[in-house]
């Protein structure tokens, strides 16, 4: 009976395996953006087209600046709409050095009011920024092309495209796997949990970080000080109070996040002076 049992767990696995293989082959293996002077080269395995993502992003930005809209909270501040979007302005040229695509999408730029010290940018470049970064935070310009820059950075990468794929494929897998090894809800949780403290959480970690390094690259091009996204991490720091645990974060940890961008911010120094002689 041992030996059955053992036979019959080897099957399986080897079962699982195929699906998995089956699964990941419907991935493409992608490099979405050029490497810039920071030398973002990761490969990214994609499984839904940007087509899809960008459609959906186009739907949901919409949604939300009608939300806003009928709450009174979109644009209100004219002159921080100004401000933000005289920024945007100077960014955005700049994504032609990671891909040159980019300068040609449909970009949008909004201010929403609310007192989360938040910023984000949707695939295809539709951006939002929340008045509570401005305020709270006594943002300079070079600090808030810092957010913005990260921000166009995911979408630059294709993050979100990155992030859906990986999640159709994990949950297809986990779904089958559950099922042929009889494992039942409380072991498809735990496969759940062990995928995303071994796979999940440190990819998220690594968009974030490939966000950064993007990020300065970005400012120092249009003529921002990359320094400033080091003030602008002590500045979140002091808000921000207690951080989860490093390794159960989706982002790196305030003391790494720094270290990295000292070093990066450094490297695109050059960009920085060479731009500020042209300005």
């Given at each position: 009976m041992a030996y059955r049992a053992q036979r019959s767990q080897q099957f399986l696995s080897r079962f699982f395996l195929i699906a998995a293989a089956l699964a990941?082959?419907?991935?493409?293996?992608?490099?979405?953006?050029?490497?810039?002077?920071?030398?973002?080269?990761r490969q990214q395995s994609m499984m839904l087209s940007s087509q899809e993502i960008d459609t959906a992003a186009v739907k949901e930005y919409a949604q939300v600046l009608d939300e806003q809209r009928k709450k009174g909270a979109?644009?209100?501040?004219?002159?921080?709409?100004?401000?933000?979007?005289?920024?945007?302005?100077?960014?955005?040229?700049?994504?032609?050095?990671?891909?040159?695509d980019a300068v040609k999408?449909?970009?949008?730029?909004?201010?929403?009011?609310?007192?989360?010290?938040?910023?984000?940018?949707?695939?295809?470049?539709?951006?939002?920024v929340y008045t509570g970064l401005i305020e709270k935070l006594k943002i300079t310009d070079d600090e808030l092309a810092a957010v913005m820059g990260h921000e166009i950075a995911h979408a630059l990468r294709e993050h979100a495209r990155e992030r859906a794929s990986e999640q159709a494929v994990t949950g297809s897998l986990i779904s089958i796997g559950s099922s042929i090894l009889g494992v039942g809800e409380l072991g498809q949780q735990g496969a759940q949990y062990a995928y995303m403290g071994l796979v999940g959480l440190p990819n998220s970690r690594t968009h974030e970080t490939e966000a950064d390094r993007i990020g300065v690259e970005l400012a120092a091009r249009a003529g921002y000080d990359p320094r400033a996204a080091i003030s602008l991490w002590q500045k979140m720091a002091?808000?921000?109070?207690?951080?989860?645990?490093?390794?159960?974060?989706?982002?790196?940890?305030?003391?790494?996040?720094?270290?990295?961008l000292t070093v990066y911010s450094q490297r695109v120094m050059p960009l920085y002076e060479q731009s500020k002689k042209t300005r």
């Amino acid at each position: 009976m041992a030996y059955r049992a053992q036979r019959s767990q080897q099957f399986l696995s080897r079962f699982f395996l195929i699906a998995a293989a089956l699964a990941l082959t419907a991935c493409e293996s992608v490099q979405t953006t050029q490497g810039g002077a920071v030398g973002i080269t990761r490969q990214q395995s994609m499984m839904l087209s940007s087509q899809e993502i960008d459609t959906a992003a186009v739907k949901e930005y919409a949604q939300v600046l009608d939300e806003q809209r009928k709450k009174g909270a979109l644009n209100q501040n004219a002159a921080q709409l100004r401000r933000v979007r005289a920024i945007a302005d100077r960014l955005i040229p700049q994504t032609a050095a990671f891909r040159p695509d980019a300068v040609k999408w449909k970009w949008e730029v909004n201010v929403i009011t609310s007192p989360e010290a938040n910023a984000w940018c949707m695939p295809g470049g539709k951006i939002a920024v929340y008045t509570g970064l401005i305020e709270k935070l006594k943002i300079t310009d070079d600090e808030l092309a810092a957010v913005m820059g990260h921000e166009i950075a995911h979408a630059l990468r294709e993050h979100a495209r990155e992030r859906a794929s990986e999640q159709a494929v994990t949950g297809s897998l986990i779904s089958i796997g559950s099922s042929i090894l009889g494992v039942g809800e409380l072991g498809q949780q735990g496969a759940q949990y062990a995928y995303m403290g071994l796979v999940g959480l440190p990819n998220s970690r690594t968009h974030e970080t490939e966000a950064d390094r993007i990020g300065v690259e970005l400012a120092a091009r249009a003529g921002y000080d990359p320094r400033a996204a080091i003030s602008l991490w002590q500045k979140m720091a002091q808000i921000g109070g207690n951080e989860p645990m490093k390794f159960m974060s989706t982002h790196p940890s305030r003391e790494d996040r720094i270290s990295d961008l000292t070093v990066y911010s450094q490297r695109v120094m050059p960009l920085y002076e060479q731009s500020k002689k042209t300005r």
